[in-house]
Every structure is written in C-alpha cells, then in structure tokens.
C-alpha cells in the first residue's frame, strides 16, 4: 500500500515568490492534515481536513498561506507571498477517520523549504 | 494549558545498552498518547499509542511505553540499543476535545555509539 506522497520534496525559493506543495494521502483516508516543522523543534498543525471541509484551520497564517482539498482526496498548500521564515519542513498526513484524538496520523516525507 | 515536555533534547547511548526517552504532559483531560521516530529526511513513523487501554504498551522494534497517570508521564524505553535506532523521537498528545490535532514535543535526538 502506498503511503502519503508529497511534491516536491525540496524547494528553493527566492523571498516574494509564490509557491506550493502537493499532498497525496493514503487512499480511502478521510482526514488530512498539514503541519509546519521548523528546524530542530516538533511539528506544528496547519490546517485539517475531514474530506472537503477544513475543520481547524485556526493555526494557518490566512494573509499569506491558502490550502485547498477540492475532491476530498489530494490537497494542494499555497504560500504567497513567500517570506525568509518559511523556510521549513511541510508536513503532509492523514488518517482513515474522522480526525479522533485516538486515530493514528500517517505521515509523508515532507517537503523542505528554503527561501532565500 | 495543555502541552507536552521532552525532558531531554539529546540522549547518547552505547550500542547494546537501554534507552530511556523521557516524556510529560500537561492536561485536565485523559490524553491519547503516541511517540513517533523520524530518521534524516524521512517521514515520521509511528512507534506506538497509548489510548486508555493497557497503560504499558508495546510498539515496533522493541520500543515500548508506560503511562503512568499519577506522574503524568509516558517514557519511552529498549532495553538494547541498535545503531538503527538513532533519530529523532517525538513524544506526541492528542485530546478528546481537539478532533485530531497532535501535538509534539520538542523532540529527543538519539545517537547511538558502536
């Protein structure tokens, strides 16, 4: 079975550009979610989906940052435009439920981020 | 508040010898317990859950974890480290009343020495 799968997996990017990272997640999956990882600390969540529908997007900086699940399957995360700290590791995961507290999150390789 | 606290950011271990991952949360709620392991530029990968069954609870490669209530604390032990094992170990919480928002500690990076 193949897991989460998520492009590119690495971006250089210069400050003010635009730009966006896509989410395959593990097939039948309800919830999908993409989390922030800054160097050296845990990650973050950004936005959760349970299919369509974005059901906790309270942590995503809406000036800059955008994410869509049109479908309910793939899921696209946009930033524009791009400041010196995005730069990151964006994480994409997901998970067979309805996004309980027990379900287990399965995780992509992340994409790296380097703006400059 | 609720949060989780790694209580060591580095742990360095001989090969052979037990690994001890220290981990406490912070909540008023019963939690959902999880560690994860992410190897250099590798996804993470769950270890093992704790989800208010049996409060020791046995994970992949020989990891296992306590939930121990009264302390507030679920540590994350081998009892013989492997030269695979070195990564970064997250200690994960996640709340009834938070759908399924994860949240992470800061991390323990594991080396392991020949």
């Known amino acids: 079975e193949a897991g989460v799968v998520q492009s590119p997996r690495y971006k250089i990017i210069e400050k003010k550009q635009p730009v966006a990272f896509w989410c395959n997640p593990i097939?039948?999956?309800?919830?999908l979610y993409w989390y922030l990882q800054n160097l050296g600390q845990g990650p973050e969540l950004l936005i959760r989906y349970e299919n369509e529908e974005a059901v906790d997007d309270s942590q995503l900086p809406k000036d800059r940052f955008s994410a869509e699940r049109l479908k309910g399957v793939d899921s696209t995360l946009k930033i524009q435009p791009a400041e010196l700290g995005d730069s990151a590791v964006y994480l994409c995961?997901?998970?067979?439920?309805?996004?309980?507290?027990?379900?287990?999150?399965?995780f992509g390789p992340g994409t790296r981020l380097l703006v400059l | 508040a609720q949060s989780v606290t790694q209580l060591d950011s580095h742990v360095s271990v001989s090969e052979g010898t037990p690994v001890l991952l220290r981990c406490n949360y912070s909540?008023?709620?019963?939690?959902?317990l999880f560690w994860y392991v992410q190897h250099p530029n590798k996804g993470l990968q769950l270890l093992l859950k704790y989800t208010s069954a049996a409060t020791l609870v046995k994970g992949i490669n020989g990891f296992e974890a306590e939930f121990k209530k009264s302390e507030t604390s679920f540590h994350l032990t081998k009892p013989s480290a492997h030269m695979s094992d070195a990564a970064e170990y997250f200690c994960?919480?996640?709340?009834?009343?938070?759908?399924?928002?994860?949240?992470f500690g800061q991390g323990t990076e594991l080396s392991v020495k020949p």
């Open positions: 909540s008023s709620y019963s939690p959902s």
């Open positions: 994960v919480v996640s709340f009834y009343n938070q759908g399924g928002k994860l949240i």
């Open positions: 097939s039948g999956h309800n919830t």
């Open positions: 995961a997901s998970s067979p439920g309805q996004g309980t507290s027990q379900e287990t999150q399965y």
